[in-house]
């Protein structure tokens, strides 16, 4: 299992003569359970993908700890032990920059292999052919430069790359935002059968509720690095009832993006809770006071004064 207990991270910015503070996350705590998917959603800036750095071993956080099966992934005795380090993998966003555009496909697969020593020499092409097809590739395209591939089959090469270390544990950081509605349609039934096929943990960073649905067995609700609402079983997640998972259910894929523009900055109230400046149901409290995280149930818990419901 991975635990994130208590996390913060605050990046320092400058721009001109001022300076300013941005706490990305605040005292945030999530778990993964083995063979899993974790879906994480929020809108833009809201410190998803910060939060996926810091618990792949990328970003360290200011306070707080992450540890896999106990051992935590900073500390310095465990960040030297390379068998720990290939059981954690992460597939970028950005796919055409998570990829050397020198190398063929072959050569980014087997990458990972080498550097972890995964099987012996004479079986890596047999690893590197099995992972192509795995991602419903074909052998041929493993002599393919990444300009000669799809956005979404350069996103394959990608997964297959993740898988060639075996991990235990793979964060998916907006894994679908720059492909074609179709394609990402084909990327999500590949995660689905992954998921039932190896026993991998997923951490699923998304502003999609509905490709979130689609895989997760589990959903947590981020907003200005904190979490709002999480939900144990995500056949439940109609019971949502925070004013800002409410919204975010509501919103049509149509109005996303200017949504997604326009609170990029996000807004926060410095004193009490930080959706409050964009809350209906705010109140004096609200303002005032940030709520704690209040189980609902044993598995539905929601960080607000003023839910639905």
């Not at 990305?24 to 750095?53: D, F, M, N, W």
């Not at 063929?104 to 590197?128: G, H, L, M, S």
């Not at 950081?173 to 096929?197: G, H, M």
Request: proline content about 4%; some cysteine.
């Amino acid at each position: 299992m991975l635990r994130v207990e208590n996390v913060n991270k605050t990046f320092k910015t400058k721009r001109m003569f001022h300076r300013r503070e941005v706490q990305a996350v605040r005292e945030l705590s999530v778990e993964v359970p083995e063979g899993k998917c974790i879906g994480l959603v929020g809108e833009s800036g809201c410190g998803k993908s910060t939060l996926g750095r810091m618990a792949c071993g990328l970003l360290r956080p200011d306070s707080g700890t992450i540890t896999l099966d106990g051992k935590d992934i900073y500390s310095r005795s465990v960040r030297r032990d390379r068998d720990l380090k290939h059981r954690i993998q992460i597939v970028f966003q950005d796919y055409l920059s998570a990829v050397d555009p020198r190398m063929t496909a072959a050569e980014i697969i087997k990458e990972p292999i080498r550097n972890f020593a995964i099987v012996d020499y004479e079986k890596w092409d047999d690893r590197v052919r099995e992972l192509i097809r795995t991602v419903a590739l074909h052998e041929s395209d493993l002599q393919k430069y990444p300009n000669q591939f799809s956005g979404g089959q350069l996103q394959r090469i990608a997964i297959a790359r993740a898988l060639a270390s075996d991990p235990d544990y793979i964060v998916l950081d907006e894994p679908l935002s720059s492909l074609d509605v179709s394609v990402q349609a084909q990327i999500l039934n590949l995660l689905s059968d992954l998921k039932k096929s190896t026993g991998i943990s997923f951490l699923l960073i998304s502003h999609d509720l509905e490709a979130v649905y689609y895989i997760s067995d589990e959903i947590y609700v981020m907003y200005a690095g904190m979490i709002m609402e999480y939900i144990r079983d995500i056949n439940e997640m109609d019971k949502v009832c925070h004013p800002y998972s409410k919204r975010l259910l509501n919103i049509g894929y149509e109005q996303e993006e200017t949504v997604e523009e326009e609170t990029s900055a996000l807004d926060v109230s410095d004193a009490g809770c930080p959706y409050c400046n964009r809350c209906e149901r705010c109140t004096e409290r609200c303002a005032s006071e940030v709520p704690e995280i209040t189980e609902l149930s044993s598995a539905h818990g929601i960080r607000c004064f003023n839910p639905y419901g």
